[in-house]
């Protein structure tokens, strides 16, 4: 079982590289200024354009989240997840900024990364846990139901 976890967050991150890090443009990186992209957003709830970008942003890490969390326990603790969480949306900003990609670095864009990581994982983590299952409640109870 931990083989296919490994396998299946494995894919996972080289979907979320492609996603991210092929180039879009002529080479050079621009500045996403968050105050201008929070306003962007914002203003553009009616736009299904934005809510696109805002959901891709919210929901690009979920899947490496929920995975990461099953395949690896100590993820279970918040303070552990809110740090990878941080961490896997600040690199791909940090990565789109070093490699010549034609993409926009934003730090909105990590802090929306990582907030839906944070969340999935989360909800994962409380369905996985050994509490849960010994309470009744959670994925084994549910299992068994």
């Known amino acids: ?19 991210t890090l092929l180039p879009a443009g002529d080479g050079s990186w621009a500045w996403g200024s968050p105050a201008v992209e929070a306003h962007w957003y914002l203003s553009g709830l009616d736009s299904r354009a934005t809510v696109l970008q805002l959901l891709g942003n919210l929901l690009l890490l979920t899947p490496v989240a929920a995975l990461a969390v099953v395949r690896f326990p100590a993820l279970r603790s918040p303070a552990l997840l809110a740090v990878a969480a941080g961490a896997a949306g600040a690199a791909i900003e940090v990565l789109q900024w070093l490699l010549p990609l034609g993409r926009v670095v934003s730090p909105l864009d990590a802090l929306l990364n990582a907030t839906g990581a944070l969340a999935v994982g989360l909800v994962v983590a409380a369905l996985v846990s050994p509490g849960a299952a010994r309470t009744g409640s959670g994925f084994a109870a549910a299992r068994r139901g």
Request: net charge positive; glycine share 0%; aromatic share 0%.
């Open 1 to 19: 079982m931990r083989s296919l976890l490994s396998a299946a967050l494995a894919a996972t991150l080289a979907l979320v590289a492609v996603l």
